[in-house]
């Protein structure tokens, strides 16, 4: 142990200002540091295909005792014997990554040739043996009903705050056999070591995870600031992110982080507006956008971005995505377009506003794309002048998650705050002319806005100004 004498830490103290470098404060670590890569898998994302009715990809991490990536997986049965039918499939070997938590492999394994709609297990194996079977569902070939789970950003207060709202989503609802991020799972700055948001993010979601194929869009927070070699700062993708998701290679040419599904009647679409706005290649995703709808069949067409079109939160709309791809989604009707990026909540139908809105239902009018923004962990925006009127409906430092379910041509919208409460929500139905929304018939909790610095749950309000 070295001690430094009086005289030293007084010469220290009278040295100018200049001569000291600032110490850095060290990033926060999950109490506990609880994450590791142990002797099993953990961090087992599951991920659809393309085709989600012939395929999924599963990533995970393991220690790095375990070179080789390998499940297997087998139609499953009732009784125990899954290990009877199962086949083995092998990916490339692991990556390796080293953290604060230590070197640990990265896996990635695609299951292919499955049969549609059939229920599968899967096991992965870690250096000490095999994970638990896994079991998920393919989708089927055709429209059939479903649900999906939406999730604006998780980001902040990961394990604290988000999980709960994560798994009332699940616990509340069965039968969720999709769910969509729409950017910043993760904070990735200085708020806490990114090995830990990820694990957080993990422990977070739990096995849920695992057993229901995920369709991340990247935010803002899913890149991290880097120097180019000619001095300029630019954005690269964060290592986690790639790491985690096996996403299908569908996508605007070069943009790794766009792809699209379809699942059962509905095409999910997802952009990626980081990089249309700071790396160049709006135009080529906004062809690609173009494209994939012009192409669609699917009776439902939902686009999944983070930075919104209509922002509750700041000053100004996103004017480069609203001016790009706004008019293709008019254009081609698209149903809905899930974001983020904006820790508020903001319901929208309409550009002219809420009276304009209502106005148009009452008339019969048809209506569309709805634009909805929601928060899912803890970082809360307080919302911007046009919320109060623009949108249909809005909340204010409120964590949320929705529940889509699709039927045929009737799509229905639910909103919940995170203790379950129904909060908003719409039935959308598609006629030959378009579509018609009616708000819902169930009750609904009171609007949660900031009273002035008193936030809805009584207290401080916890949104800030943006
Ligand atoms: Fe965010």
Partial sequence: ????????????????????????????????????????????????????????????????????????????????????????????????????????????????????????????????????????????????????????????????YASRVIRQAFHANGGIDLVLHAGDLAAQRDDLDHDDEWGEFNQAGGYNWSIVPQLPATGNHEYVDVTLPDGRESRALGPYFPLQFALPDNGAPGVQTTYFVDYQGVRFIIMDGTSAMDLGTMAAQTRWLDATLASSKATWNVVLFHQPVFTCARPDDTAEIKAAWKPIFDARRVDLVLQGHDHCYSRLTSEAGREASATARADGAVQGPVYVVSVTGSKMYGLNDRARTQPDKVAEATELYQVVDVDGDRLTFRTFTASGKLYDGFDMEKRADGNHLTDTTEPTIAIRTCTGAIGPDGGPCVARGK
Avoid: C
């Fill in 1 to 160: 142990m070295i001690r430094l004498s009086f005289a030293a830490l007084l010469l220290a103290s009278a040295l100018p200002a200049v001569a000291q470098s600032a110490p850095q404060p060290p990033v926060p670590r999950s109490a506990g540091t609880p994450y590791a890569a142990r002797s099993l898998p953990d961090r087992i994302m599951l991920t659809p295909a393309a085709d989600p009715s012939r395929g999924v990809a599963v990533s995970f991490r393991t220690d790095i005792a375990q070179a080789a990536s390998e499940a297997q997986i087998a139609v499953a049965v009732d009784g125990p014997t899954l290990e009877r039918q199962a086949r083995t499939v092998s990916g490339q070997p692991g990556t390796r990554k080293d953290s604060a938590n230590g070197p640990a492999l990265y896996h990635q394994i695609r299951f292919t040739d499955l049969t549609p709609d059939t229920v599968y297990a899967y096991r992965l194996k870690g250096s000490a043996g095999w994970s638990e079977w896994l079991q998920f569902r393919t989708a089927a070939t055709q429209a059939k009903p479903f649900r999906f789970l939406y999730l604006g950003d998780i980001q902040n207060g990961i394990l604290t």
